[in-house]
């Protein structure tokens, strides 16, 4: 059975993965904002290393993730919402450690809550921006 897409789809999923990477510019921006200013071996203020090295490799990460939206779109999408959703719940985690109580340390974190709304943004629509192959009549 052969499944026509909707004229317009294509242009839907590139306008979506286009938001995605502006969203990761953004979140690029700050990363190398914090490493021109404190260096690539920040600890950012006390925490764990690992947790300082995740946030610093984000810095390559999202960039790649950006260049992969529009070169492949796939794999760019899968590397987006597992950006989103590892860098959420290390964010959260974070806010519940070392910023008890956690619903009054995200209140007083809209950073946290603007990344929890685009990771809930990205699980709802990759699907959509997801490059389906086109099919063929048998």
């Known amino acids: 059975m052969h499944r026509t897409l909707h004229p317009r789809t294509p242009r839907r999923r590139l306008i979506l ?14 990363h190398w904002y914090a490493i021109y200013h404190h260096g690539l ?7 764990p290393k690992a947790s ?7 810095a390559f990460i999202d960039p790649a993730a950006i260049i992969l939206l529009f070169a492949r779109p796939n794999i760019g999408v899968a590397l987006t919402v ?6 959420v719940t290390h964010n959260v985690w974070i ?20 990344q929890i709304a685009f990771m809930m ?4 629509s990759s699907p959509f921006a997801w490059a389906m192959k086109r099919q063929t009549a048998a």
């Open 82 to 87: 597992g950006i989103i959703v590892t860098d």
């Open 95 to 114: 806010q519940a450690r070392y910023f008890p109580p956690l619903l009054q340390s995200l209140a007083d974190s809209p950073q946290v809550i603007e």
């Open 121 to 124: 943004f990205v699980l709802v």
């Open 17 to 30: 993965r286009t938001f995605y990477a502006l969203c990761l510019l953004g979140a690029t921006y700050n």
């Open 41 to 47: 071996h920040w600890d950012y203020g006390g925490f």
């Open 52 to 58: 300082a090295t995740f946030w610093t490799m984000l």
